[in-house]
Nanobody
Framework: QVQLVESGGGLVQAGGSLRLSCVAS????????MGWYRQAPGKQRELVAA???????DYADSVKGRFTLSRDNAKNTVYLQMNSLEPEDTAVYYC??????????????WGPGTQVTVSS
């Protein structure tokens, strides 16, 4: 089992910055993907950014150049630095971890979510 706890959400004006953190407890194993999704009211949950334990990061087109995901594998922590925030970034942000074990299907874990509100 893996538990994810997010922090760092809040209210910020357009053009401002926020940094989200997500700490994973439990067994992630050596092969995993950690990242962030978001869900705005009335919309589907969408990928923001995700990175494997070793490899390159995928970003949604809408956040490229503004958001940066980083991982501290020793601390099982993933961060999302969000700069130049826009009102369209307002959403609940969810931390996600995918654990991959040999000969088993991948398992998804989700944090409870943290609200990010960007005022115009």
């Amino acid at each position: 089992q893996v538990q994810l706890v997010e922090s760092g959400g809040g209210l910020v004006q357009a053009g401002g910055s926020l940094r989200l953190s997500c700490v994973a407890s439990g067994t992630l194993g050596s092969m995993n993907v950690m990242g962030w999704y978001r869900q705005a009211p009335g919309k589907q949950r969408e990928l923001v950014a995700a990175a494997p334990s070793s490899g390159s990061t995928d970003y949604a087109d809408s956040v490229k150049g503004r958001f940066t995901l980083s991982r501290d594998n020793a601390k099982n922590t993933v961060y999302l630095q969000m700069n130049s925030l826009e009102p369209e970034d307002t959403a609940v942000y969810y931390c996600n971890a995918v654990v991959v074990a040999p000969h088993r299907p991948p398992v998804n874990y989700w944090g409870p979510g943290t609200q990010v509100t960007v005022s115009s």
